[in-house]
């Protein structure tokens, strides 16, 4: 039997938000820990995640945006509701996109790529580890 993952109360989302302060990629780790905790997307429909699933055309953060059945688990499409603390990450993260194309995904590697679901798990997990997280992982 495989144990769940245990969720972190907001006391320790905050020690975990403070410590990724300090990340490489800082705003944008801290746009996917959120995403995985304010919006409860899993860390696969993150890396899917494109520019244009979040930001309207005149480059506003959504309200709500829906995953294709490509970008999620169970292929079927859902819709996503982004509230406004949420909203406010997204739109600190954009900020440090330089180009902007909506079929760009929203998190990049360190050679402009998108994330695969498993190297983004990687990252993730590595973060919560190095946070002192042991038994947390991403969603």
């Given at each position: 039997?495989?144990?769940?993952?245990?969720?972190?109360?907001?006391?320790?989302?905050?020690?975990?938000?403070e410590?990724?302060?300090?990340?490489?990629?800082?705003?944008?780790?801290?746009?996917?820990?959120?995403?995985?905790?304010?919006?409860g997307?899993?860390?696969?429909?993150?890396?899917?995640?494109?520019?244009?699933?979040?930001?309207?055309s005149?480059g506003?953060?959504?309200?709500?945006?829906?995953l294709?059945?490509?970008?999620?688990?169970?292929?079927?499409?859902?819709?996503?509701l982004?509230?406004?603390?949420?909203?406010?990450?997204?739109?600190?993260?954009?900020?440090?996109?330089?180009?902007?194309?909506v079929?760009?995904?929203?998190?990049?590697?360190?050679?402009?790529?998108?994330?695969?679901?498993?190297?983004l798990?990687?990252?993730?997990?590595?973060?919560?580890?190095?946070?002192?997280?042991?038994?947390?992982?991403?969603?």
């Amino acid at each position: 039997m495989t144990k769940q993952a245990r969720t972190l109360n907001e006391r320790e989302l905050q020690k975990l938000l403070e410590f990724v302060s300090k990340t490489k990629s800082a705003k944008r780790n801290r746009a996917i820990i959120l995403l995985t905790h304010l919006a409860g997307l899993r860390i696969g429909e993150c890396a899917a995640l494109l520019l244009g699933n979040v930001l309207t055309s005149d480059g506003a953060v959504r309200t709500e945006f829906t995953l294709s059945p490509e970008q999620t688990k169970g292929n079927s499409s859902r819709t996503v509701l982004l509230n406004k603390r949420m909203q406010a990450e997204l739109a600190a993260y954009v900020q440090t996109i330089r180009v902007r194309n909506v079929k760009q995904p929203l998190f990049a590697t360190q050679r402009n790529e998108g994330f695969t679901a498993s190297s983004l798990a990687q990252v993730v997990n590595g973060i919560y580890k190095k946070a002192g997280f042991d038994q947390c992982s991403s969603h």
